[in-house]
């Protein structure tokens, strides 16, 4: 997640709708596809290219099946307008310990 010179973490820019976020035994934060169309998770677009997609294929596990990559919409924290680009998130591949409510996984005590 982006960083400030300080080390905070950055207020998200966008979000997805119809996806869950869950933190796993509060080591990472995962998204699964939701049957709440309204349920929202936030965060930031990322360019990348194909070599950098490569590169998070392998280091997601998409290969071991911890991860897929789905193409969703994004849309702008600011107006809720959805953004010109579809976005590549990383789903996760089945485990569900704890749901973080809020979407954000700066705020998952929450």
């Known amino acids: 997640m982006p960083q400030d010179e300080a080390g905070n973490f950055k207020e998200p820019t966008s979000f997805i709708l119809g996806y869950e976020m869950y933190n796993y035994h509060n ?8 049957e709440d169309k309204e349920a ?3 965060g930031h677009v990322l360019e990348a290219d194909e070599a950098d997609l490569a590169w998070m294929d392998s ?3 998409v290969d071991r099946g911890l991860y897929v ?3 969703t919409e ?3 924290i600011k107006d809720g307008e959805a953004e010109q680009e579809m976005a590549q998130v990383y789903v ?3 485990h569900l310990p704890h749901r973080v409510v809020s ?3 700066t705020r998952k005590g929450e």
Do not use: C
């Open 27 to 34: 080591h990472y934060p995962y998204i699964v596809k939701s």
């Open 40 to 42: 929202m998770v936030v």
């Open 59 to 61: 280091y997601e596990g």
């Open 69 to 71: 990559r789905e193409e």
């Open 74 to 76: 994004v849309h702008n």
């Open 92 to 94: 996760s591949g089945g």
């Open 103 to 105: 979407g954000d996984w």
